[in-house]
C-alpha cells in the first residue's frame, strides 16, 4: 500500500515535469500556431485580437498556469490542426492504436519468450543458429522497408490483405453484420500485425534465451529432474517460470520503445493510429495537440512500469513491496 | 500452463487466417452494386469546417459539398473549364456595373441546398457580412473591397465596391457560400462567446449542407469519408461548353464518392495498382510513373501543376540583396535545367516568369531569361562580368577557365566592404523534397560566384515566422500560389502588401511596377489584361525580386476501365469538374 | 538381491582439456537396511556416482561401461521414460547445495507435493496429508509448508530436502553432501535427525561424502573412492580396523587429526592424478609407498579379499 502511494507521487510528479518540459520546449521553438488562423493581410489589431482568443498573447508562464488549470478540470484543449477537442482527436485513435498494438505486443512477447526457451533448451543445434540469425535479421530491419516490402507482396502480388487502413468502409455499412465487421478488421489487422511481430519477437526471444540458459544451469532444476517430472514439465513450470523474470522487466521497456515503431508501422500501413497524429502535432506546432500526446506516452509508459512491478512481485515471491 | 499457451497461439493464428479467407469471401453489402469511385488521399482531412480547413485534402472533400471557395474558384462566377474564361455559376448572367462603385449580380433560381431549402440572396448577404465580422482568415480578402452588400429580392444582389477592379471578380464572386439557415445559428452562439473567432474556427462541422454535386454522408475519423451523388445539382444534366471548341455534362453520374485516407503516397500508390482504389488526389512522385504506366488498368496523365511556381525570393530591405544587379548575377548563376532534369526528373517545366507555362494565355514565355539553357562557362562569365561592372571585388576572383569555372572567395560590395553570409531558408525535405534540394543546389551554384551561401531547412511555422512575421531572412525558396486569373502579380507584389504581415515580403517596392500593376486591374478586356499582364511579367524579370524556378508536373493516375469521362484540367486530371462528369464503364 | 549394485561402472566428461575419466571403473554393492558410505577427496568422482544412477549427468558426460543394478535391473539400459519413474519414486535424492536445491518461485509444500504426485495417484487432501507427515517426521512444522524457500533458513530448507527425499517412501535415498553447508551444530541436529528416520523406517541409503567423521557415524558400510576408482569397499569396523587399501590406510591414518574437510591428505604425500591422464596402471601408484613393479602398468582388479571386503590392490595379499 505504502509502495502504490509513493509509487503514484512519483508517477505524478514525473507528469509535472514532462509536461513543463515539452510546454516551455515547444514554445521556445520560433514560430507558433496562430499561421493558421492568421492571414497575412489582416491588420495588427486584428492578428492580436485573434491570438488574444486563443490565449497565444499572453506570457509563458500564464500560459502554463492556464494549461495546468485546464487540464485539472479535464480539459486539453482544443487542436489548432484538427481544429477540434483534443481529447476527441485523440480517443478514437488512441483506441485504434491498442487494437492493433496490444494485440502485437502480447503475440510477439509470447512469441520471442517462447522460440527464446525452446532455443535454450535446444542449445548448441542448428534451429538455434536459425532462429538468432532471422531474429536479428528482422530486428536490424528498418520497419517501413519491411513493411512496404509486406504490402507489395501480401497485398498486391498475392492480394490476400488489403493495403493499409483499419476497415473496408463497404462492409461497415448500416445492415453489415457484427461478425462481417470483426472479420473485416481482422483482416486488415494481420499484415501490420505480423510486420511488428517479426521485427519485435527477437528482443524477447534473445533476452528469454539468454535468462533460460542461466536458469537451466541452477540446482534446483536438477532437484526436479530428479525427482522424475517430464523434460516438458521442467522446462515450462520451473526453468521458464524462473527465466521469465527479467522479460518481464524487458516488456514494459519494449512498451515505451515500441511507441518510436508505432508512429512508422501506422504510417506505413496506414493504421489510424495515434502515432501519426503525435508526430505531425509536433511538426505543426500544435501545443494542445502535442502535449496532450506526451502526456499520453508518459502515462502510458509509467502505467507499464507500474504493471510490470506489479506483475514482478507477484510472479517472484521473493520481492514484496 | 505453458502448453496452454502455445495452444493459445495456435488457436489465435488459426482465427487471424480464417478471418483473412472469410472476409475476403463475404460479399461486400449495398455498395458493390452501386457505383463509387473511390479516391486515396495521402493525408487525412483535419477538419469539414470551410473557415478553418487550410490544407489541400481538406478542400478536396469540401468543394465537392459546396460551391466556390478559397481553393475551389467556383461561387457565383467560375471559370470555363479549359479556356479559363469568367462564366456565371451560380449567378444567372455576367454582373451589371450600375456605376465604377456599385454592381449588381442576378442569381439562378431554383438552386437548392443539400437540405433541400433554396438558395437565395440571402445567404450570399449573411457569408459576406458573417465573413467581415469575424475577420476569417481564409476569406479576409472577399470582403476588403466591399462597402456594403444588399438584398434588393430573392435573386439579385447589390454591391457596394470600393473599386471597380478585377480583383473582386476573383475574390468575391468567386467565394464560397455558407447557408444562412444553419450558420446563423452558429454566429449567434458565437457572439455569446468571449473568443468568438475561436469559436468559429474550432466549430467542428458533423454534417456540411452546401450546394455542391456530392452530399456528405458519413466520417470515420483518421479512415474516410463517404459523399453520395446530389440528384438536384443545379448543373444535373447540363451541358457546358469548355471554351476551348468542347463541351461537357456534368452529372454526376456516379452514385458514390469514397474518400480513403492511406499513412504514405507509396501506400497509395500499391492500392491503385491493385484496384483498391481508383485514383488518388494528390500529385504523384515523378518515380512513380514508370511502375504506374505498366498496369494495364490504369491511365498516368501529366499537366504542368498549377498550384505553386517555385521560386528564390529576395530580402530587398538590406544591401547587397537590395542591388538589382548583383541579384541579376545571382539568376545567371542558377541552371533551371539541371533542376528539371536531375531533382524533378523531367516531370517539371521551367519557368521564367511569375506565371505557370501551363497557362499559355497568361504566361510571357518572351521575358529575360538570364541565358536558361546555356553552358555553364557563358552563364558565370556573364554574371562575373556584371558584379564587376557593379563596382564588386573578391579576395579571390572567380574565373572561366575553358568550359571549367573556377570559385571565387570572399566578395565585396563596391564600398569595400565584406557581403555576409547569405541565407536560404526553406521548408524541411521532409514537407517539401523539391524546394529543399533546390536551395541547396542554388547555394552550391551562388558559392561559386565567391557569395558565401548558406542553407535553413525549418519547419513551416519556423518559416512563416522569420520571414512573414519579422522579416528576417535573405532568402527563402517557396512557391507562389497560381490562380487561373493571374491576381498574384497584384497579391505578391503589392506594396500596400509590404507592411508587417503582408504577403509582399520581399519589399518590392517599383513605381514602374505599381503603376503598371493598378492600371491592369481596371482592365476588363481579356485580351488587354492580357497584354497588361506580359508587361507586368517582363517588368518583374527585370526587377527580379523573385527568381522563379519551375512548376511540377501534376501527375495523376486513374483506373480507366472503371469510369470513364475523365476532364484534363490546368491542375491535373483528377478535378472538381471530372468527377462531376465521370461515368462508370460497363 | 541387493536393492543397487554397480558393476565396473566407467563415465567420462568431455571437456575443452580432453576427455576426463570421472569415474574408471566403479564396484558397489547396497543391501537393503545398509548404509553405504562413499568418501573421497574432492573431484574424486563421489557426486558424479550418485548423478549416474539417477542418470542426471550432464550433456557432456557418458556412461561407457559397466552396470548399475536396481533390484537386479540395469538401469543404463531403461528407456528414458522407465527412468523418469524410477526416480523419486524408488531412487531419491539429498542434494549437495541445499540452498539453491528449491525453486524459489514455488512453496516449499508444493514443491514436495509435486514429486508426489507426479509418482502416484493421490487426492488432494491425501498428498498434503503425506507432506505434513514427512514435515513432522524431519521437524518441521507443518504450518510453514506454505512458506517460499526464502523465507526459511539454511537448515529447515536442508530438512525440507530431507522430508521431500522421503515423501515417495523411496527403496534407496542417495544423499549428496547433505550436511556438508550447514554450521556445526545445525549439522548435528539434522544428521541425528536422519539416524533417526533410519533407524525407525531401516531406511536403505547411499551416503557421500568427503567428511570421513559423518560417513563413520552415519553408516555401517564404507566404500573408499580415489581418482575415479573404488578402491575399498566393506564394513565401517574392518574398515577402521584393518583397511587394506594403502589409499584407506593413509585416510585412516590421519583420521583422528582431521575432523571435517578432507581437502588434503596429510598423510599421504603427492597430489591426486589429473583425471585426463590415463595411465595403464594403478591410479594411486604415483603416492603409493608400497607400489611394486606391475602396479605402473597393470591396473589391479577390484577383488573380494575377505567376505563383504573388496579391495583393488596387487599389494594386498591377505586370502579369503
Redesign the interface.
Known sequence: MGYLVNRLIMTVITLFVILTVTFTMFRL?????S????????S?E??A??KA??GLDQPIHKQFTNYLGSILHGNFG??F????PVL??IG??LL?TIVLFLPAAI?SY??GV?LG?YMAWKRGGTSERVLIFTGLSFWTFFV?WLG?LM??VL??KF???????????????P??TLL?R???L??H??SP?VCYVLTWFAGNMLIMRNSMLETIG???I?????????E?KI????A???AILPVVTAFSMSIAYSIGGCVLL????????IG??MVDSV???DYPLAQASFILIATVVLVANLITDILYAY????IRY | MEMKKMRTIVIVTMLLCFGMVTALVIPSSAMAKESTVKIGLVMEPQTLNPLSAESEQNWHIIKMIYCGGYIDPRGLYAYTPKSLEWIPYMAESMPQWLDDKTVVVKLKKGIKWHDGSEFTAEDVKFTLDFFGEFEAANYYNTIDMLEKVEVVDPYTIKFHVKEKTTLLYYRTFMTLILQKAKWSKIVTEARKNEAPQKYIFNYVIKNPVGTGPFKFVEEKQGQYILLEKNDDWFLKGQTISTGDGGSVTYGPFVDRILFKFYGNLSSAVLALKGGEIDTIWHGLDAAFIPELKKVKHLTVSTKPYYHDVKFAGFNLREKPLSDKMFRKALAYAIDKDFLIKRLLQGYGTASDAIENPGLEFWYNGNVENYFRGKSEASRYSKAISILKEAGYTWDKEPKIEGSRVIPGVGIKMSDGKKVRTIEIITRTQATNPQEAQSAILISQWWKKLGVDTKTNLVAFPTLINNVWWENKFDVIVFGNIIEPYPVHLQYYFDVKEIYQYGWNVMAYKEDRYQKAMYDWLKVFDWDEARKGAFRLQEILADDLPHIPLFVLKNIHAYNHTRFKGWIEQYNGVVNKDSLSCIRPVK | MAVLELKSLEMSYKTQEGTVRAIDGASLRVEKGDTVGIVGESGCGKTSIGLSILRLLPPNATIHGGQILFKGQNLLSLSGKDMRRIRWKNISMIFQAAMNALDPVYRVGDQLIEALVEHQNLTKKQASDKMEAVFQLVGLDPGRARNYPHEYSGGMKQRAIIAMSLICDPDIIIADEATTALDVLVQDRILASIEKIKAEFSMTMLYISHDIAVISEVCNKIAVMYAGNIVEHGDTMSLFKAPLHPYTQGLMHSFPKIHGKLERLEGIPGEPPRLTDSSPGCRFFPRCQQSLKKCNSIRPEFKEIEENHWVACHATRRSL
Not at chain 1, 490542426?81 to 477540434?84: D, G, S
Open positions: 521553438m520560433p514560430g507558433d500556431p499561421v493558421f488562423f492568421i492571414s497575412p493581410q489582416m495588427t486584428t492578428i485580437r485573434i482568443q486563443f482544443h487542436s490542426f484538427y481544429k477540434r476527441e482527436v478514437e485513435r485504434n503475440i509470447l512469441v517462447g526457451r517501413p512496404l504490402i507489395w497485398s498486391y492480394g490476400l490483405f488489403p493495403v493499409g487502413g483499419m476497415i473496408t468502409p463497404d462492409k461497415w455499412l445492415g453489415s462481417g470483426a472479420l473485416d481482422l483482416h489487422l494481420v500485425l541452477e540446482d534446483y536438477l532437484t526436479v529432474r530428479a525427482k522424475g517430472l517430464s516438458r522446462r515450462n513450470k520451473h521458464a517460470r524462473n501506422e504510417t506505413v500501413f496506414s493504421w489510424p493510429g501519426r497524429t511538426l505543426l506546432r510472479l517472484d515471491p521473493r
